[in-house]
Every structure is written in C-alpha cells, then in structure tokens.
C-alpha cells in the first residue's frame, strides 16, 4: 500500500506584531532588489525569460522580522528553511535599508547554501525619470565545510524608466553576470532589455463607449546579448 500527500501552497503564514517589528513565520514571498527584469539578489524567486515584470512571486517557508528603523529605514533579519531543513539547504539573511540625500539605500548580507551574497541597492529619481541599481558580489562555498571558496562572482542590473504622458510607460535595463565568464559558448554574460507598456482599450458592451487602461502587457521586449 502506498500513500502520498502532495500540496502546493505558496502562501501560509503567520503575523505577530511586537513593540520592536513584526514577526511573519510560514510561506512567505521574500524578495528584495528593485530590478524590473533580472535581479541578482531574487535567490528564493524562479525567473521566466519574458515574463511579466510583475509575475508572481514563490513562497518559501521562513522566519522572518522586519524591524522598522526611522521614518523610513528597516532592519530585515530572516532564515529560510532548505529541503528537509539542512543547514547546507537553508539561508540567512541581514538587509538594512535606510534613506539618504533623496535616495533609497539597501545593504544585504546572505548566507545561502553556503554561499556568501553581498549585495547593494540604490534607487532615486532623476529628473521626471526614476533610476535603480542593484550589485550584488558572490563567493561559492565561502561557508562550506568540505571545500576551498571559489573565485568571486558579480551581478550589476543598472535600470531607468520614465512615464509618457497618461498613456505610455517605459523603462530599459542593463544586466551583467560574470558567473562563468570563461565559458561564453554556454553562458550569456550581458543582456538588455527594454520595454515599452500600452494601453488597452476596453469597448462597454451596453453603450458602446471606449476607454483605455493600462495593460501591463509590453507591446516590446528587446534583448541582446553578447
């Protein structure tokens, strides 16, 4: 006889409120990083090339407290549980996010099956435009027992995007990856990718009348690589 049980719940957690934060405990989304394409600190998220900017997010079972700091800054401190909660399968973070001179700054530090991420975050406004940049630095096996640490690894996503007016939006980003450099046959290293959104127009189906709303769909997706 054989029984089973497979589920596939991507949200089911708690909230406690404390006087300090507030605690969340379950299945949770956890992401960080403003990137509208390709984040390099997205390590709990699935990423589907030319999938919606906004797709959502997987959930993964941690504990986490965010602290607020300030009006506007926050101390982040979470674990999250690998499969069958081995220590070589699970992460823990620090992230502290603060404001400074009109810009938003984000600092992480991540222990992610045995890996080392450090990453930075900067996003503000230039102009009517508003501009992000998220870095992140890697060394493999930095925590890991069996092994010696490998050579360190960047990830760079420089990104701009403006609004057209009530009826267009764009936005462009730049991508870098040095993560197996030597072997460029395989690994695409650097990609672009712009997009442009639409409105869609929606016709009443009593009256007649037309009226337009943002899709969120992009009318164009242009990538290179090199």
């Known amino acids: 006889m054989y029984l089973s049980?497979?589920?596939?719940?991507?949200?089911?957690f708690t909230s406690i409120y404390l006087p300090s934060g507030d605690l969340y405990i379950g299945r949770q989304a956890i992401s960080w990083g403003s990137a509208r394409v390709i984040d390099p600190t997205a390590v709990f998220s699935s990423f589907?090339?030319?999938?919606?900017p906004a797709q959502e997010i997987s959930g993964v079972d941690a504990v986490r407290?965010?602290?607020?700091?300030?009006m506007m800054g926050e101390l982040d401190l979470g674990y999250v549980f690998g499969e069958h909660f081995r220590l070589?399968?699970?992460?823990?973070f620090t992230r502290m996010r603060t404001h400074l001179l009109q810009t938003d700054l984000t600092f992480l530090l991540m222990d992610v099956r045995e890996h080392l991420l450090a990453a930075l975050d900067?996003?503000?406004s230039i102009g009517d435009a508003g501009a992000w940049l998220t870095a992140a630095l890697i060394l493999p096996d930095a925590f890991s027992r069996s092994g010696e640490p490998g050579s360190p690894q960047a990830a760079l996503t420089v990104g701009i995007d403006h609004t057209f007016g009530p009826k267009?939006?764009?936005?462009?980003?730049y991508h870098l990856n040095t993560a197996g450099i030597g072997y460029p046959r395989s690994i695409r290293i650097s990609t672009c990718s712009l997009r442009i959104?639409?409105?869609?127009?929606?016709?009443?189906?009593?009256?007649?009348a037309a009226t337009m709303q943002p899709s969120g769909a992009p009318m164009c997706c242009i990538r290179s690589c090199r």
Do not use: H, K, M, N
């Not at 049980?5 to 089911?12: K, N, S, W």
């Not at 070589?88 to 823990?92: D, P």
């Not at 959104?197 to 007649?208: D, F």
């Open 5 to 12: 049980l497979d589920q596939e719940l991507d949200r089911l």
């Open 48 to 52: 589907t090339p030319g999938g919606s």
């Open 65 to 70: 407290l965010r602290i607020p700091i300030g």
């Open 88 to 92: 070589a399968e699970s992460a823990a």
């Open 122 to 124: 900067i996003t503000r």
């Open 168 to 173: 267009f939006y764009g936005f462009a980003e």
């Open 197 to 208: 959104i639409l409105p869609s127009v929606t016709v009443c189906s009593s009256c007649g």
